[in-house]
């Protein structure tokens, strides 16, 4: 099993950052790799950024590409989202996964997912 949790969503005006940050805990973290989706108001859920735990490969949502960054810190266990020149239309509850790959269904675990807001 895995827990996450993540936290450092907020309300920011556009233009400005936030970086959001997401505890992993439990058997096997290091196994998977770790993402970041998005859901916006009557929006489906969406793939933002993934990072791999072994070779520290990345990927990112067009949307999001130059402008967010996804990192881990060397102990494996917390993954980051540095989030700059934010836009409105980045506005929605973030949550974290582990597992793999960029579409949902390759992720089992999630967080409680943390909200951010972004005003024009």
């Known amino acids: 099993q895995v827990q996450l949790v993540e936290s450092g969503g907020g309300l920011v005006q556009a233009g400005g950052s936030l970086r959001l940050s997401c505890a992993a805990s439990?058997?096997?973290?290091?196994?998977?790799?770790m993402g970041w989706f998005r859901q916006a108001p009557g929006k489906e859920r969406e793939f933002v950024a993934t990072i791999t735990w072994r070779t520290y490969s990345t990927y990112y949502a067009d949307s999001v590409k130059g402008r967010f960054t996804i990192s881990r810190d060397n102990a494996k266990t917390s993954v980051y989202l540095q989030m700059n020149t934010l836009k409105p239309e980045d506005t929605a509850v973030y949550y974290c996964?582990?597992?793999?790959?960029?579409?949902?269904?390759?992720?089992?675990?999630w967080g409680q997912g943390t909200q951010v807001s972004v005003s024009s």
């Open positions: 996964a582990a597992g793999y790959g960029t579409s949902l269904a390759g992720y089992n675990y």
């Open positions: 439990g058997r096997t973290v290091s196994s998977y790799a």
